[in-house]
């Protein structure tokens, strides 16, 4: 077979995360969120959310909570990309019992475009039916265009806007929710 029309998405695994594994989960959170928004954020104000956000301590505490889980994208035992997913009152918002909130779901910059956020996204909506829920839904930044297509192309509609404070610059961002279909 030819190395260039290989899937790739085939020698993906999605694993959950575990405790142990916190200090994998802050150095993939780091270098992707770095690769996203440092181009268009001070400084200043990324190294505030680095250091208040993606803490050891922090990640240790959001591993821990029942209500809430991560999973990594790897690819030869690389961690190239991971997901978190919200349940009940580990939401952000709305904290309905209905709903599934995906808090983050970034994929490693060399790895764009290659469906991984694709995989990551199928594996949050499993999640979702498997337990029920009506709906699945985020926050995104609006001024992430890229994000909001990939979104808007795998069936999610803006249906409201709050803050995300990165630093002390509050940001915009874009609600969007998925109807699941329910069995």
């Given at each position: ?58 990640l240790k505490s959001e591993l821990s909570n029942p209500d809430s889980a991560f999973y990594f994208a790897r690819l030869e ?107």
């Open positions: 077979m030819n190395k260039n029309m290989h899937n790739l998405s085939e020698d993906i695994s999605i694993q959950r995360a575990g405790i142990d594994e916190a200090e994998l989960l802050q150095n993939i959170s780091i270098q992707t969120f770095t690769e996203t928004f440092a181009a268009v954020n001070t400084p200043e104000n990324m190294q505030a959310y680095i250091r208040d956000y993606l803490n050891i301590e922090k035992g690389n961690i190239i990309g991971y997901l978190k997913l919200n349940f009940s009152t580990a939401q952000t918002e709305l904290k309905d019992q209905q709903a599934i909130e995906i808090e983050r779901i970034y994929v490693s910059q060399s790895f764009l475009g290659k469906g991984i956020g694709n995989l990551l996204l199928e594996h949050a909506i499993q999640v979702a039916q498997q337990s029920n829920a009506t709906y699945i839904w985020l926050g995104v930044w609006e001024e992430n265009k890229r994000a909001i297509a990939f979104y808007q192309k795998n069936g999610f509609v803006a249906f409201d806007k709050h803050i995300f404070m990165l630093g002390n610059d509050a940001q915009t961002d874009m609600m969007m929710k998925r109807e699941l279909i329910t069995t």
